[in-house]
Nanobody, 117 residues
Framework: QVQLVESGGGLVQAGGSLRLSCAASGHTLSVYDMGWFREAPGKAREFVAAIGWSGGGIFYADSVKGRFIISRDNAKATVYLQMNSLKPEDTALYYC??????????WGQGTQVTVSS
């Protein structure tokens, strides 16, 4: 099964940008649909973006549409989330996740994103 490790989080001012990475190991990334999720303190984990195994099938949550871009490089076994025009409400622990069926069964440990106003 695949192991996922996120990186790239940090502290940024509102309006700034960050690029998150999700590195996969243990199994080829190209068979997995991938997603990014986030969890803010006191809130439920929510969907952010998804991308199909071949790079198609891209979807975004309405709250990030037009600001975030999900992409993947299967040769590098990495999925990315480019986050632009960040807002304080984007502050959360960001997770990448993978699935081969209906549910996301494989999760990373998360990377913290903090946006200051």
């Amino acid at each position: 099964q695949v192991q996922l490790v996120e990186s790239g989080g940090g502290l940024v001012q509102a309006g700034g940008s960050l690029r998150l990475s999700c590195a996969a190991s243990g199994h080829t990334l190209s068979v997995y649909d991938m997603g990014w999720f986030r969890e803010a303190p006191g809130k439920a984990r929510e969907f952010v973006a998804a991308i199909g195994w071949s790079g198609g099938g891209i979807f975004y949550a309405d709250s990030v549409k037009g600001r975030f871009i999900i992409s993947r490089d299967n040769a590098k076994a990495t999925v990315y989330l480019q986050m632009n025009s960040l807002k304080p409400e984007d502050t959360a622990l960001y997770y990448c996740a993978g699935r081969r069926g209906e549910t996301y069964d494989y999760w990373g440990q998360g990377t913290q994103v903090t946006v200051s106003s």
